[in-house]
């Protein structure tokens, strides 16, 4: 069934007749007569009684009209919806976040997100452990260097850069730098030369 046909006799029945229907909605009278008639011969019947002065549905004709109405407006609906971008999202969005994202970006982050989508309840943990996103029901994970799983779909929205930075009275006093450990106690020295030398 040919939709475009099936939406000019919806017009031209919900208008009782070509001429109003073509005034309201600015089609040619001559093309919604042409896609009714298309009709009427693709299902073989008549879906007006056309009289000398006006235009009545035929009891198929208000039987079509009646069921169809509904789905083209429900059409309408669906296509408006899409083409404005869809729903508004609403619900719970879960979220894991490594601690010191969480301390210095998420707040920020998260509140002009509820601002732009109130209806969406963020509920947001903080951790740093590797987290299995499918099997805990995360919707959201947010990692600093992850592992690759193919499985998942990942986009990179910030970089960082690590710098080493030192009093600048360590190069002064000529002493060793303080040790840094890596969890081994051991203490650890640091060459560090500067473009300077």
Known sequence: MD???LTDFNLVARHGGF?????????PKATLSRRVGDLEGSLDLRLFERGARNLKLTEEGRA???RTGVLLAELDETAAEIASGGRKPKGRLRISAPLLFSQTAMGRIAAGFTLKFPEVRLEVTTEDRAVDMIEEG???????????????VGRAFLRDRLVVVAS????????????VARGTGE???????????
């Open 19 to 27: 001429g109003k229907a073509a005034r309201a909605t600015g089609r």
């Open 3 to 5: 939709l475009l046909a």
């Open 187 to 197: 203490r650890q020295i640091w060459h560090v030369k500067t473009e300077a030398g």
């Open 168 to 179: 600048p009275q360590l190069p002064r006093t000529g002493g060793p730098a303080p040790g």
């Open 64 to 66: 079509l009209f009646e």
């Open 138 to 152: 995360y919707d959201l994970v947010i990692r600093v260097n992850p592992d690759p799983d193919e499985s998942l």
